[in-house]
Nanobody, 120 residues
């Protein structure tokens, strides 16, 4: 059974940093594309960024709203993907979800989400 578990969310002041983790079980994360999404109250879920599967090379992409502030990385030994978030803004407040896909863009596996709240 595949399971993705996010952790690391919390309350932080504007300008602060958080690192979210997404630990996978039931699949070898390095063989999958991984992505982070977020959903703020009353808004649609939006793409935050993604990282290609390991043998595709270390390729990442980010939404314009987080480019230069957020970064995604992998630790294959820990079967975990990370989202480092710096210079956080109140508008980054949302539930953050990680997802995994065998084929990029077709995210079949999702975590339960972790809340990030940025106070002004």
């Amino acid at each position: 059974q595949v399971q993705l578990v996010e952790s690391g969310g919390g309350l932080v002041q504007a300008g602060g940093s958080l690192r979210l983790s997404c630990a996978a079980s039931g699949l070898t994360f390095s063989r999958f594309h991984a992505a982070w999404f977020r959903q703020a109250p009353g808004k649609e879920r939006e793409f935050v960024g993604d990282i290609s599967r390991w043998w595709s090379g270390v390729s990442t992409a980010y939404a314009d709203s987080v480019k230069g502030r957020f970064s995604i990385s992998r630790d294959n030994a820990k079967n975990t993907v990370y989202l480092q978030m710096n210079s956080l803004k109140p508008e980054d407040t949302a539930v953050y979800y990680c997802a995994a896909a065998a084929n990029k863009g077709n995210y079949a596996y999702w975590g339960q989400g972790t809340q990030v709240t940025v106070s002004s």
